[in-house]
T-cell receptor, first 115, second 115 residues
Framework: AQKVTQAQTEISVVEKEDVTLDCVYE???????LFWYKQPPSGELVFLIR??????QNEISGRYSWNFQKSTSSFNFTITASQVVDSAVYFC????????????FGKGTTLSVSS | NAGVMQNPRHLVRRRGQEARLRCSPM?????VYWYRQLPEEGLKFMVY????????ESGMPKERFSAEFPKEGPSILRIQQVVRGDSAAYFC?????????????FGPGTRLTVT
């Protein structure tokens, strides 16, 4: 079965705190892709990152970082020094390397950052 | 290069009416996907189309829903005789016909409200 689990439904932090959003996935495929998307209150989906299964290097982009660990089937997302503008729903998703395969989304984590 | 376009952005229909949602993929993209996001849920795959062909409709409800992607013009998701449970955000994504076929670019979504 292919599945993405985001166990944290809602997280509330105060500005400048660091926060980690968890993502655990299940798949039997050896080649796959993992994604994170942000959905701000305006509702659109903003692409954040795509990582393939052969690349376990951690990635950092500004205040965002991602920790991919195949051993635990996790692809966690950390926001450092959170800001109010980070308030959004964050989705983790899984896909496979062929045309026409759908993205399998987790249920999302709602992050609220207060000032 | 314009992104994926969806219209209308918001659509209100009374029970029993028809809803037509349009999606124009990014230029050069020949793959279109439709996803539905119910309130408080992640996105769920509905259908995958290429020009003039439905490739995978495993996520489509069996009745009242149909999709097309004609040779000319946008992809259309059609919902006949809408019911309150159809109220959701409908997202379209497109991907290129390339070595990375799973790169899906999302449109801003159409929010359907059935009254």
């Amino acid at each position: 079965a292919q599945k993405v689990t985001q166990a944290q439904t809602e997280i509330s932090v105060v500005e400048k705190e660091d926060v980690t959003l968890d993502c655990v996935y299940e798949t039997r495929d050896t080649t796959y892709y993992l994604f994170w998307y942000k959905q701000p209150p305006s509702g659109e989906l903003v692409f954040l990152i795509r990582r393939n299964s052969f690349d376990e290097q951690n990635e950092i982009s500004g205040r965002y970082s991602w920790n991919f660990q195949k051993s635990t089937s996790s692809f966690n997302f950390t926001i450092t020094a959170s800001q109010v503008v980070d308030s959004a729903v964050y989705f983790c998703a899984l896909s496979f390397n062929q045309a026409g395969t759908a993205l399998i989304f987790g249920k999302g984590t709602t992050l609220s950052v207060s000032s | 290069n314009a992104g994926v376009m969806q219209n209308p952005r918001h659509l209100v229909r009374r029970r029993g009416q028809e809803a037509r949602l349009r999606c124009s993929p990014m230029k050069g993209h020949s793959h279109v996907y439709w996803y539905r996001q119910l309130p408080e849920e992640g996105l769920k795959f509905m259908v995958y189309l290429q020009k003039e062909n439905i490739i995978d409709e495993s996520g489509m409800p069996k009745e009242r829903f149909s999709a097309e992607f004609p040779k000319e013009g946008p992809s259309i998701l059609r919902i006949q005789q809408v019911v309150r449970g159809d109220s959701a955000a409908y997202f379209c994504a497109s991907s290129p016909d390339s070595l990375a076929p799973n790169e899906q670019y999302f449109g801003p979504g159409t929010r359907l409200t059935v009254t």
